[in-house]
């Protein structure tokens, strides 16, 4: 699926201007820094430099008539003087002078001025007032924290989602590739939203609420922005998770304010991502009872009770659990439509790859159709994955576009893994994994109602140490018993290829039996593929999921217990005997195939078809070098 540029979002709720409120919370602080400016600094910064001299020096220099000008602070005692060739000094005497001095004063010829200068009112105030400034501007930053405070905890029960206007052009059902019926059937929706009237005279209800249900990647929550953008109206969008909180009601409360926000904007879609997170059924856990999550469950069924068809609001989810959804959230004039987004089928995932690979650059040799071939079972997401694998892949070998063989290489890396090229295998690992891969490649060539043989390969990927990679012509809905037999018998071939050349089994076998194990147990349990069991079904008992009942038994008697096991075992050693039965009548075409495999690591399904024909006495092939030779 692909993706448009989002439109710009913003919260439900309101942000102030942050200057605005940066510039509000410094002002205080910033007049209280000037005002300490103001008598501070006068003493801190430098002034003109006036030298000064002792007191007795000064009289001196008065009697001897050296001085022009006198003045005398009777505040503080500081004499200012200037001698008479412009010479300022300074002096500080008793504040008191003494008749004595003072009548040397009266003798000169200098001109004496007594001043009592008066102190400015920041002179005077200002100490003062600067403690007190400084304790109210303590207590009021304490009061605003606590307001903040106040208003963090009363905000907590707003609704986290955010809005996608209209502004710019959002996301249509032309970025949505493929699903044609998906979108076919969720129409109805946005003809709703644009031509309320036509369904209103006909006395037509639109369901409240769409339910989108598909396995995670599928694109679900692309289509519902589709929607939004196909009828131009505001999209609300949230998680369920984001409902939750440590605080009890606070998950209701963000309901409430949530379709407060819809109604605001008059039509609206509002889309709960992961709906199941908050929609579970009630009384499931361990504990059971009225916890949060139910409260905020019981106040969504309030809310969707709550507007009318003719509001213009549509409820949209998406889940990839619906069988553990509360059955009154999916009710008639709710959830009353479910709509299924399956994994791409051939044509879709066609459509999504030609999506993404715009903006690429693609090498001729690259058939998307091949490449939709060979990703059975890979979501919207997968198949972007694998393009970008691709990309990537290309800018490591140098490559200026994007090959085939880039894309398979990238395939094998998302199915498979990564290959691990440092692992050290001895001489007898290797020809172990080879026969032991050529026995489930010859199992898949020989056998008619398997999926046709792709490649087989040596070189360890993942947690595998070789691969036989199958891949389907065409899509199947349905698998008939005699395919499930055959795949019994490709799983079994590398096992029972061990036996046959080495005489012995060995433990690479044993992912091959846990798939051989559970495709069985499905046959008898659940598909009624056992005459002995019968028509009869049981389904998975192998997890318990917290909405049932923990303490359930199985469904069935011991006796049943004891028959289904004995069945199970039946099908497997029917599917083993099968397997080294054909094994043994194409020894040849077997030993030719782990040949191939030791000298070239990895051959194709064509390869593999060459040898069987070569082990068979085909003349058309003159050397092993042309058998062996790898596309």
């Known amino acids: 699926m692909s993706k448009s540029p989002e439109p710009d979002s913003h919260e439900t709720e309101s942000n102030d201007d942050p200057k605005r409120s940066g510039l509000s919370r410094w002002f205080p602080w910033l007049v209280l820094g000037a005002l300490a400016s103001f008598v501070i600094l006068p003493n801190i910064l430098p002034g003109n430099e006036i030298e000064e001299i002792p007191y007795d020096r000064f009289l001196t220099q008065i009697t001897d008539g050296n001085i022009s000008t006198v003045e005398i602070d009777n505040r503080t005692g500081q004499i200012n003087f200037e001698s008479g060739n412009g010479l300022e000094q300074k002096t500080t005497g008793p504040i008191e002078l003494s008749d004595e001095d003072r009548k040397i004063l009266s003798e000169s010829n200098a001109s004496i001025k007594f001043s009592t200068p008066q102190p400015g009112f920041f002179q005077t105030w200002l100490p003062l007032l600067l403690p007190v400034g400084l304790i109210i501007l303590f207590f009021w930053w304490i009061n605003k924290r606590a307001q903040g405070q106040m208003t963090g905890m009363m905000s907590i029960g707003r609704s986290k989602a955010k809005l996608y206007t209209t502004e710019r052009p959002g996301t249509t059902f032309d970025d949505v590739a493929g699903y044609a019926g998906v979108k076919q059937e969720i129409r109805e929706i946005v003809d709703f939203l644009t031509e309320s009237k036509k369904f209103a005279e006909i ?332 028509p009869m079904a049981w389904g998975n008992q192998s997890q318990v999921f917290l909405g049932d009942d923990l303490m359930a038994g199985r469904e069935y008697s011991d006796e049943t217990a004891r028959i289904i096991d004995e069945e199970i075992q039946k099908i497997l050693v029917k599917q083993e005997d099968a397997c080294r039965k054909l094994l043994d009548e194409n020894r040849n075409a077997l030993d030719l195939i782990a040949r191939a495999l030791l000298e070239h690591e990895t051959i194709s399904g064509k390869e593999v078809t060459r040898l069987i024909q070569a082990a068979n006495g085909d003349t058309s092939i003159e050397s092993m070098e042309d058998v062996a030779a790898v596309d």
Request: charged share 25%.
């Open 203 to 534: 006395g037509a209800k639109v369901p409240k609420g769409v339910l989108l249900v598909g396995p995670p990647g599928t694109g679900k929550t692309l289509i519902a922005r589709a929607v939004a953008g196909e009828a131009g109206v505001p999209f609300l969008s949230v998680t369920g998770s984001d409902f939750m909180e440590m605080f009890v009601g606070v998950g209701a409360s963000r309901v409430r304010d949530l379709f407060q926000s819809a109604r605001k904007s008059g039509s609206a879609i509002i889309f709960i991502d992961e709906v199941d997170s908050v929609g579970r059924k009630r009384g499931a856990g361990l504990g059971g009872g009225h916890d949060e999550r139910e409260q905020t469950l019981n106040q969504m069924l309030s809310e969707m009770d709550g507007f009318e068809g003719s509001e213009g609001i549509v409820m949209m989810a998406a889940t990839n659990r619906p069988d553990i959804l509360d059955p009154a959230l999916l009710r008639p004039g709710r959830f009353d439509r479910q709509i299924v987004v399956p994994l791409p089928e051939l044509e879709d995932r066609n459509e999504i790859l030609k999506v993404h690979v715009k903006g690429k650059q693609i090498s001729d040799d690259v058939d998307l159709n091949v490449v939709a071939r060979g990703t059975p079972g890979m979501s919207g997401a997968d198949l972007a994955n694998l393009i970008n694998e691709a990309a990537l892949t290309a800018v490591r070998d140098n490559s200026n576009s994007v090959r085939a063989e880039d894309l398979e290489v990238a395939r094998d890396r998302i199915l498979m893994g990564q290959k691990r090229d440092s692992l050290a295998l001895t001489n007898d690992e290797k020809e172990a994994i080879a026969y032991h891969e050529a026995g489930h490649a010859l199992c898949a060539a020989l056998l008619p109602n398997t999926d046709p043989l792709h490649k087989v390969t040596i070189i360890p990927s993942g947690m595998a140490l070789g691969v036989t990679m199958q891949l389907p012509e065409e899509e199947k809905h349905i698998y008939r018993q005699n395919y499930i037999e055959d795949s019994l018998t490709v799983r079994m071939g590398g096992r029972v290829a061990e036996e046959i050349v080495f005489g012995i089994a060995s433990t690479g076998a044993n992912n091959d039996l846990v798939g051989a194990t559970e495709l069985a147990k499905k046959m008898v349990r659940e598909w009624g593929m056992s005459d002995e069991v019968g």
